[in-house]
């Protein structure tokens, strides 16, 4: 079992940066690929990267590719999402989730884990 904590959400103005962390419980964390989602209101649940259980190799939603980067600490049992160049359409809940089913996963169904969300806002 995995259980997830988001933190470091919060209020932003647009070309501004956040770094939101998930810490994670449980002895499997090393060996699982983990993910960041986000959702606005109104919208559905997207994928914005996953990163391999190494902290190797990552994958990125051509939304985010190039404004924000994850990367983990295993030896912290936790994962970041550093996300710069902030804009209004950033606006939504993110969550982080844990998968066993490698770095290709970036569907929200293959991902058995997830957090309780943490608000990010950013304004114009």
């Known amino acids: 079992q995995v259980q997830l904590v988001e933190s470091g959400g919060g209020l932003v103005q647009a070309g501004g940066s956040l770094r939101l962390s998930c810490a994670a419980s449980?002895?499997?964390?090393?060996?699982?690929?983990m993910g960041w989602f986000r959702q606005a209101p109104g919208k559905e649940r997207e994928f914005l990267a996953v990163?391999?259980?190494?902290?190797?190799?990552?994958n990125y939603a051509d939304s985010v590719k190039g404004r924000f980067t994850i990367s983990r600490d295993n030896a912290k049992n936790t994962v970041y999402l550093q996300m710069n160049s902030l804009k209004p359409e950033d606006t939504a809940v993110y969550y982080c989730?844990?998968?066993?089913?490698?770095?290709?996963?970036?569907?929200?169904?293959?991902?058995?884990?997830w957090g309780q969300g943490t608000q990010v806002t950013v304004s114009s």
């Open positions: 449980g002895r499997t964390f090393s060996s699982k690929a």
């Open positions: 989730a844990a998968t066993d089913r490698g770095i290709g996963s970036i569907h929200s169904a293959r991902y058995g884990y």
């Open positions: 990163i391999s259980w190494s902290g190797g190799s990552a």
